[in-house]
């Protein structure tokens, strides 16, 4: 098989392009478990780093804890390792509908489907609900996964500003003809760690006769006083009509992802989402995990409540450090830098202090509004968020930045 220099020096020249721009992505190497404390290779070939993470979605500490270890095991050893099918011929074992009625238990819906991830519940669940007579009403930000899946499905598409509730209420009122109505959202928006304002939406939806899907992938398990979710922290818990979520993130972080919500609904993906048919589900082993996840977030709210002292804790210490944040609500905080370039020379400065926090500049936010996003976790010790501290202060001081404004950043460094 040949691969001809004319073809080659295409991709050659897209990738070169794509370094030009600056926003080339590198992997950085992890030798450890994912945990607070990891062992970091980067750049690739150099020697191993031990780093502080303040940037995975391990919001309640779960991705290495024993007891979900030890219940993937014996979800091993009981269940195999593979399924060799998809759901509806001889891929379903009895593990995944306990944990379908442990998710339904856990967010107050009526049933849920389990997908092998939640982009794949996205890519799945509007296409198999929705027809050219129906409107899809989205947040200007909701998820690429979102996106993708709004992409995939026949019905009209229409969008409102980001939690703007007049301008969904407009948008409403616009396509108040269609014969279904679905208004879209995340409820923790993964960028700036804010919450959507659920609550008015489900008043809207129930007004003008619509549905209302969240995705909650950045809040099951830990948002809302018992950690249900977004719904839950906005007072409409048992309300809403859909929810998807992932299992990779809070809830052991291995993989896998749901839809969650009306029964009617959860049989229609049943009997048409194309990712359900047509890919196997969660693994035996990850069913176990995160059952037993379940039966931690179950029992106890402490995992939940140290995260959030944890991220008031080192919200209120950037603060006072003269950080400029994003306000919220959430373990996502954003440390606003504005300028591309500052944000990459920021990050790569926190990795030689031993902390490990990511920059992103457009296009992953908009132009002008480069970070940090740090992400805190169950999983940090007091100590951890101290170090971090010391070493944001080290590095926010070698920049001048601390205590300045956002316009004084933007002098001193442009956008
Ligand atoms: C991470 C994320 C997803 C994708 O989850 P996977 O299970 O990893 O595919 C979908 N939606 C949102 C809002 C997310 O943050």
Same mark, same amino acid.
């Given at each position: 098989?040949?691969?001809?220099?004319? /073809?080659?020096? /295409?991709?050659q020249a897209q990738?070169?392009?794509?370094?030009?721009? !600056?926003?080339?992505?590198? $992997?950085?190497?992890?030798?450890?478990?994912?945990?607070?404390?990891?062992?970091?290779?980067?750049?690739?070939?150099?020697?191993?780093?031990?780093?502080?993470?303040?940037?995975?979605?391990?919001?309640?500490?779960?991705?290495?804890?024993? =007891?979900?270890?030890?219940?993937?095991? =014996?979800?091993?050893?009981?269940?195999?390792?593979?399924?060799?099918?998809?759901?509806?011929?001889?891929?379903?074992?009895?593990?995944?509908?306990?944990?379908?009625?442990?998710?339904?238990?856990?967010?107050?819906?009526?049933?849920?489907?389990?997908?092998?991830?939640c982009m794949d519940?996205?890519?799945?669940?509007? $296409?198999?609900?929705?027809?050219?007579?129906?409107?899809?009403?989205? %947040?200007?930000?909701?998820?690429?996964?979102?996106?993708?899946?709004?992409?995939?499905?026949?019905?009209?598409?229409?969008?409102?500003?980001?939690?703007?509730?007049?301008?969904?209420?407009?948008?409403?009122?616009?396509?108040?003809?269609?014969?279904?109505?679905?208004?879209?959202?995340? !409820?923790?928006f993964s960028m700036?760690?804010?919450?959507?304002?659920?609550?008015?939406?489900?008043?809207?939806?129930?007004?003008?006769?619509?549905?209302?899907?969240?995705? %909650?992938?950045?809040?099951?398990?830990?948002?809302?006083?018992?950690?249900?979710?977004?719904?839950?922290?906005?007072?409409?818990?048992?309300?809403?009509?859909? /929810?998807?979520?992932?299992?990779?993130?809070?809830?052991?972080?291995?993989?896998? !992802?749901?839809?969650?919500?009306?029964? =009617?609904?959860?049989?229609?993906?049943?009997?048409?989402?194309?990712?359900?048919?047509?890919?196997?589900?969660?693994?035996?082993?990850?069913?176990?995990?995160?059952?037993?996840?379940?039966?931690?977030?179950?029992?106890?709210? $402490?995992?939940?409540?140290?995260?959030?002292?944890?991220?008031?804790?080192?919200?209120?210490?950037?603060?006072?450090? !003269?950080?400029?944040?994003? $306000?919220?609500?959430?373990?996502?905080?954003?440390?606003?830098?504005?300028?591309?370039?500052?944000?990459?020379?920021?990050?790569?400065?926190?990795?030689? =202090?031993?902390?490990?926090?990511?920059?992103?500049?457009?296009?992953?936010?908009?132009?002008?509004?480069?970070?940090?996003?740090?992400?805190?976790?169950?999983?940090?010790?007091?100590?951890?968020?101290?170090?971090?501290?010391?070493?944001?202060?080290?590095?926010?001081?070698?920049?001048?930045?601390?205590?300045?404004?956002? %316009?004084?950043?933007?002098?001193?460094?442009?956008?």
């Open positions: 098989m040949s691969f001809p220099e004319s /073809i080659r020096s /295409i991709y990738l070169a392009e794509i370094h030009h721009a !600056g926003i080339f992505k590198e $992997e950085r190497f992890i030798h450890s478990a994912q945990s607070a404390d990891i062992e970091v290779e980067f750049p690739s070939g150099s020697d191993l780093k031990k780093v502080i993470n303040m940037c995975a979605n391990n919001y309640l500490g779960l991705s290495s804890h024993p =007891e979900v270890i030890k219940a993937a095991h =014996e979800g091993l050893e009981s269940r195999g390792y593979g399924m060799s099918s998809v759901r509806f011929i001889c891929g379903t074992q009895d593990i995944h509908r306990e944990l379908e009625n442990r998710v339904t238990e856990f967010l107050g819906t009526e049933d849920t489907i389990l997908f092998p991830s519940a996205n890519a799945g669940v509007f $296409e198999a609900i929705l027809t050219s007579e129906d409107i899809m009403i989205s %947040d200007r930000l909701v998820h690429a996964s979102i996106i993708d899946g709004m992409r995939l499905c026949s019905a009209q598409h229409d969008t409102f500003k980001h939690s703007s509730m007049e301008h969904l209420e407009e948008k409403l009122q616009l396509h108040a003809d269609k014969r279904l109505k679905l208004v879209i959202t995340d !409820g923790v700036d760690g804010d919450t959507a304002m659920l609550d008015k939406m489900v008043d809207l939806c129930e007004k003008y006769g619509a549905m209302l899907l969240v995705d %909650d992938s950045h809040a099951t398990g830990f948002i809302g006083r018992t950690g249900r979710g977004t719904h839950e922290y906005c007072g409409v818990y048992g309300k809403i009509d859909i /929810i998807t979520t992932t299992f990779g993130k809070a809830l052991g972080g291995a993989s896998g !992802g749901c839809v969650s919500g009306r029964k =009617e609904i959860v049989e229609m993906c049943r009997q048409k989402a194309r990712p359900y048919l047509f890919s196997n589900t969660i693994a035996p082993v990850i069913v176990s995990g995160v059952l037993k996840v379940f039966d931690i977030l179950s029992g106890s709210t $402490e995992r939940r409540d140290k995260l959030e002292k944890n991220a008031a804790y080192w919200r209120k210490g950037l603060t006072e450090a !003269g950080f400029i944040l994003k $306000e919220g609500n959430t373990p996502i905080v954003p440390v606003m830098l504005f300028n591309a370039k500052l944000s990459q020379d920021f990050s790569k400065d926190l990795y030689r =202090e031993g902390i490990y926090a990511i920059g992103f500049f457009f296009p992953v936010v908009p132009n002008g509004q480069a970070r940090i996003r740090t992400q805190i976790s169950a999983g940090h010790e007091i100590h951890h968020l101290d170090r971090a501290l010391e070493a944001f202060i080290r590095v926010g001081k070698k920049y001048g930045i601390l205590g300045l404004t956002k %316009d004084q950043i933007v002098e001193k460094y442009g956008l």
